[in-house]
């Protein structure tokens, strides 16, 4: 059984720091691109980061230079590392992962290309 399993969101002061574990389960983790997506109220789900199998990393422009993503081949995890937290912020993040067909350095960008979702975790930034 897959699992994806988001962790680490709540509420945090602008310009405080939260930590978002993804834990995942049931399928070749190092295989995959993974990916942090976030959904605001009222908007449509966006991507904010993404990491190929081999460690290549993207970030929306919106939190370049605030947001880390890191993963662990190894323990199956992908983190997200957010600092200088904004108010635009504020929405429900969600990892995902796509199998990436033994292309070590590529990752999806579009929500529709990922195979597998976590529920979400909140994270809440107030000014």
């Known amino acids: 059984e897959v699992q994806v399993v988001e962790s680490g969101g709540g509420s945090v002061q602008s310009g405080g720091s939260l930590r978002l574990p993804c834990a995942t389960s049931?399928?070749?983790?190092?295989?995959?691109?993974m990916g942090w997506f976030r959904q605001a109220p009222g908007r449509s789900r966006e991507g904010v980061s993404a990491?190929?199998?081999?460690?290549?990393?993207y970030y929306a422009d919106s939190v370049k230079g605030r947001f880390t993503i890191s993963r662990d081949n190894a323990k199956n995890t992908v983190d997200l590392q957010m600092n200088s937290l904004k108010s635009e912020d504020t929405a429900v993040y969600y990892c995902?992962?796509?199998?990436?067909?033994?292309?070590?350095?590529?990752?999806?960008?579009?929500?529709?290309?990922?195979?597998?979702w976590g529920q979400g975790t909140q994270v809440t930034v107030s000014s």
């Open positions: 990491i190929a199998s081999d460690g290549t990393t």
């Open positions: 049931g399928f070749t983790f190092g295989a995959y691109a």
């Open positions: 995902a992962g796509d199998w990436a067909n033994d292309r070590p350095s590529w990752y999806p960008q579009r929500d529709k290309e990922y195979d597998y």
